[in-house]
């Protein structure tokens, strides 16, 4: 590679929780810049989720971030070329993409949904997701599947 790896930008914790993952989150949700209409989906969200699901134990931010990892997948396939064919390769995530992928899968599958605003088609998919299921939760499955079924390749690993 000609050019230095471009250094990774430090993210700043979110006013509320004070906690960097949650700033994460909400950079993925936001749209044409506007954090602060962000932010407000995301608390709105939360406090959804903390309504409904009163009778857990767990803090809404809890159930939010025990949700997230039931939708990180372990595992992808790459598409890798060996001699004229096209092998989908099993290959492990790096963490900071694990997080990546998982927070874009529950935004979108959330942005899918049917619901009146975001902010509850989001609270929707968090719940889903806690209870594992839902469309994001899915998704990690079907790529585990998928790698798995793909088994055979990983001696093509990169």
Request: charge should be positive; avoid cysteine; charged fraction near 35%.
């Amino acid at each position: 590679m000609r050019k230095a790896k471009p250094k990774k930008r430090v993210v700043l914790p979110d006013p509320v929780f004070n906690d960097q993952k949650v700033s994460k989150f909400v950079n993925h949700l936001m749209y044409d810049g506007k954090k602060n209409t962000s932010y407000e989906i995301f608390y709105k969200a939360l406090e959804i989720v903390g309504n409904k699901m009163a009778n857990e134990e767990k803090s809404a931010l809890e159930i939010w971030k025990k949700s997230l990892d039931n939708v990180t997948p372990q595992v992808e396939v790459k598409s890798r070329r060996v001699g004229g064919a096209t092998f989908q390769v099993p290959t492990e995530i790096r963490p900071d993409r694990k997080e990546s992928i998982s927070m874009k899968n529950l935004i979108s599958f959330a942005r899918k949904r049917g619901g009146k605003t975001m902010a509850d088609k989001l609270a929707a998919e968090i719940m889903d997701a806690y209870n594992e299921q839902g469309g994001a939760f899915k998704r990690k499955e079907d790529m585990h599947r998928m790698a798995e079924a793909n088994r055979a390749f990983a001696h093509f690993r990169f």
